[in-house]
């Protein structure tokens, strides 16, 4: 995945697309580059490896490029290793040429997405004359714009057409045309991109935050659509060339929701934002005491029709499926199965035609969980959505839509939208197993109220930080960590995990308490971290028992209870406390000091909190 930013105006362009630019590196930061145009002289270009700075540094903040009219880019390498030559933007001549030199190509370009018959592509224009300087599919894509704006009328918008007909795979295209200064043009198919516009400005972007600062009127482009924009207008086109009218959206939410605010990491700052989260996530849908599933176009009838629920979703949405599963098949009594994506998309899954399909997303542009979307739509299987991003292709595609509300979320690690995708997924089996008669008006109104409590016992678990801050910092050399619990415990212990691997890069695993004397309990050695997780009263004794085990083999032992759970203490070398609450709802505590643990790690090994290495916030290649 990649960041795109483009602008047309009166004003400077560099410096804008710079800005956009670092409102995008959580999507990739291996290298930028930017392209500006002045009136009618050719572009110039300059691109560097690595992150944004060394880009700013380069060209003084963007004052060394005049022109205002350009396009930039942020990096995550797909096809190509990440090095200057094969960052963007690309142009459609034989030869890149140096920094600052003026572009005499006819076509310019950044992109996001992948080009899946980028081979056989380069090969039909190699056959015409074409030569490749880059190991890019982006490169091919330009060329092969090129090709078709020459072998035709000179048409940008037939040129591209073509172009789309022709590709294969998902992209986002921002492309300048040395014949037609002051425009931009753009393509977009399975890759998230909006268009700004202002008084006499326009702009164009991968994500809100880029232009957040400049506008808050957004048009969101279609799928397979294009647009042509100038300075203060944009106009849609489909793919046979017809003008399509679209009306624009007012972001709601400020700039600095997007911005640190005072915080050392985005992710620490979206730690803090969960109890906000949460609560904003049950007013969406709780009115007057009750659950309103009909606004996410789940009436009463229909959710008592419903045979069986398949969640699907990759990464941390995954994991606040398994949550779900247990929650909802503990609650509603109705069989729920869970699935990775990128595994559903391929193995043609067997679904129930009275079943419902959830897919869960943050960004709402996970490729695999949009394709698994699709397949159940084919399927002709109703489909609901959990997404935050408003907008998104999945929000977009899905039969109905439960957004949550986390705001925006730039750590590539997720912590806010994890807590409010469980909240989505609590909801929905309170109301289920209400309508199904699962659970009487007491319990049902018992459980909303304790929902309630969610956000002050975050808060609570909050002010303690510093305690697993300093047991982090004793852990800063640890080699592996095994997370163990049972049910929901096993659960949260798989989100635990991930959070401690991506971003401090010690390997972990997450272990069913119970699985583990199958085979992985022999990587136990004298002071290796387990951490157990035992909220659900039913289990404790027998993930203590696990952990006990796991003490007999030198491991050092965490324990992850509920206050009262005092005895622990006579088992664990390290204990942490969180709020007593349902327990059905424990994962939205218990996953708190999981987070805090990996953000330290992180920090205690010095690493980039927010933007780990070889990841990107959203997944939208396969
Ligand atoms: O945007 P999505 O929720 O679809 O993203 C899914 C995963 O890529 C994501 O949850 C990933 O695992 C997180 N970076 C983990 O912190």
Do not use: W
């Given at each position: 995945m990649c960041g795109i930013v483009g602008f047309v105006g009166k004003k400077q362009a560099a410096p804008i697309l710079l800005d956009g630019l670092s409102k995008l590196e959580y999507r990739g930061y291996d290298s930028a580059g930017i392209a500006v145009r002045n009136g009618d002289e050719p572009a110039k270009i300059v691109k560097s490896k690595g992150r944004l700075k060394i880009l700013s540094e380069k060209t003084d903040s963007g004052n060394a490029l005049i022109g205002t009219c350009g396009i930039g880019h942020t990096r995550w390498a797909t096809h190509g290793e990440p090095s200057t030559v094969n960052s963007h933007p690309h142009i459609s001549g034989n030869c890149m040429g140096t920094d600052f030199g003026e572009v005499e190509s006819e076509v310019i370009g950044v992109h996001n997405g992948i080009i899946e018959n980028f081979k056989e592509l380069k090969g039909k224009l190699l056959k015409h004359g074409y030569t490749f300087y880059s190991q890019t599919d982006t490169e091919v894509v330009i060329k092969l714009v090129d090709y078709y704006y020459k072998k035709y009328t000179h048409d940008p918008q037939e040129a591209i057409a073509k172009t789309m007909v022709r590709v294969r795979g998902s992209y986002a295209l921002c492309l300048m045309f040395k014949s037609c200064p002051g425009e931009i043009w753009v393509a977009r198919k399975d890759s998230p991109m909006i268009i700004g516009i202002s008084e006499g400005e326009t702009y164009v972007a991968s994500d809100v935050p880029a232009i957040l600062n400049y506008t808050r009127n957004v048009y969101y482009i279609g799928n397979l659509e294009m647009a042509r924009l100038t300075a203060g207008k944009v106009s849609f086109f489909n793919l046979d060339g017809d003008e399509i009218d679209k009306k624009s959206t007012e972001i709601k939410w400020n700039a600095e929701s997007a911005e640190?605010?005072?915080?050392?990491?985005?992710?620490?700052?979206?730690?803090?934002?969960?109890?906000?989260?949460?609560?904003?996530?049950?007013?969406?849908?709780?009115?007057?005491?009750?659950?309103?599933?009909?606004?996410?176009?789940?009436?009463?009838?229909?959710?008592?029709?419903?045979?069986?629920?398949?969640?699907?979703?990759?990464?941390?949405?995954?994991?606040?499926?398994?949550?779900?599963?247990?929650?909802?098949?503990?609650?509603?009594?109705?069989?729920?199965?869970?699935?990775?994506?990128?595994?559903?998309?391929?193995?043609?899954?067997?679904?129930?035609?009275?079943?419902?399909?959830?897919?869960?997303?943050?960004?709402?542009?996970?490729a695999d969980t949009l394709a698994a979307l699709r397949l159940a739509k084919e399927k002709g299987i109703k489909t609901l959505a959990i997404v935050n991003v408003v907008g998104s292709s999945i929000a977009r595609e899905a039969d109905n839509v439960f957004y949550t509300l986390a705001g925006p979320e730039i750590a590539v690690a997720t912590t806010k939208a994890y807590s409010t995708q469980l909240i989505a997924g609590y909801l929905l089996a309170v109301q289920f197993a209400f309508v199904r008669n699962e659970i009487d008006s007491e319990y049902y109104a018992g459980l909303i109220n304790e929902l309630y409590t969610i956000p002050q016992k975050i808060e609570k678990i909050l002010e303690d930080k510093e305690r697993i801050q300093w047991f982090v910092a004793k852990q800063a050399n640890a080699k592996d960590v095994f997370f163990i619990g049972r049910g929901i415990d096993y659960a949260v212990c798989l989100e635990g995990s991930l959070k401690m691997k991506e971003i401090s890069y010690v390997h972990s695993e997450a272990y069913a308490a119970g699985e583990l004397k199958h085979g992985t309990i022999s990587l136990i050695e004298e002071g290796t971290l387990v951490i157990g997780v035992l909220t659900q009263s039913g289990l404790y004794e027998k993930t203590?028992?696990?952990?006990?085990?796991?003490?007999?083999?030198?491991?050092?032992?965490?324990?992850?209870?509920?206050?009262?759970?005092?005895?622990?203490?006579?088992?664990?070398?390290?204990?942490?406390?969180?709020?007593?609450?349902?327990?059905?709802?424990?994962?939205?505590?218990?996953?708190?000091?999981?987070?805090l643990m990996g953000y330290y790690l992180s920090v205690s090994r010095g690493l980039d909190v927010d933007k780990p290495r070889n990841l990107a916030k959203s997944v939208t290649v396969e």
């Open positions: 640190k605010n005072g915080y050392e990491h985005f992710m620490m700052k979206e730690i803090h934002e969960q109890p906000k989260a949460v609560q904003d996530t049950l007013n969406s849908l709780v009115k007057d005491g009750k659950i309103d599933l009909d606004s996410i176009g789940l009436s009463d009838e229909e959710i008592k029709s419903i045979s069986q629920i398949c969640m699907v979703a990759c990464g941390s949405a995954y994991h606040t499926c398994v949550v779900t599963q247990y929650v909802m098949e503990s609650m509603a009594k109705i069989p729920v199965r869970v699935e990775i994506a990128s595994e559903f998309r391929y193995r043609g899954p067997v679904l129930d035609k009275n079943g419902l399909v959830i897919v869960v997303s943050q960004s709402g542009e996970t203590v028992s696990n952990m006990v085990e796991c003490k007999s083999r030198g491991g050092y032992l965490m324990g992850l209870t509920s206050y009262g759970h005092y005895e622990i203490e006579d088992t664990a070398d390290f204990t942490v406390y969180i709020p007593k609450t349902d327990e059905h709802f424990s994962a939205s505590l218990s996953v708190i000091p999981l987070q």
